[in-house]
């Protein structure tokens, strides 16, 4: 299994800035994609970005957040960034680290980290 921890959300004024770290442990190894999702009160939970490990690092962003926020990853410590610029109000939420793991069966599991508060002031 692997165990993700969140850390860097805050409060922040709108058009500031925020890094956003998810460190991963346990079997890393295992690890194909990993993401940040948001959930506000009363809404569903959204994706914002993901990353593939390996060849390419492909990413993938939310049409809400594109420009604004990058994601990247740092395979040899195991931990997923999310520089989140310009930020605006519409981005207070919970963020959530996701990792998808594959196991041996050829299929996927998810892991969940518990979760930043990033409130943004108008």
């Known amino acids: 299994q692997v165990q993700l921890v969140e850390s860097g959300g805050g409060l922040v004024q709108a058009g500031g800035s925020l890094r956003l770290s998810c460190a991963a442990s346990?079997?890393?190894?295992?690890?194909?994609?990993m993401g940040w999702y948001r959930q506000a009160p009363g809404n569903l939970r959204e994706l914002v970005a993901t990353?593939?490990?390996?060849?390419?690092?492909?990413?993938n962003y939310a049409d809400s957040v594109k420009g604004r926020f990058a994601i990247s990853s740092d395979n040899a410590k195991n931990t997923v960034r999310l520089q989140m610029n310009s930020l605006q109000p519409e981005d207070t939420a919970v963020y959530y680290c996701?990792?998808?793991?594959?196991?041996?069966?050829?299929?996927?599991?998810?892991?969940w980290g518990q979760g930043t508060q990033v409130t943004v002031s108008s």
């Open positions: 990353i593939s490990r390996g060849s390419g690092s492909q990413t």
């Open positions: 346990g079997s890393t190894f295992a690890i194909n994609t």
């Open positions: 996701k990792a998808v793991l594959t196991n041996g069966w050829g299929t996927n599991d998810d892991y």
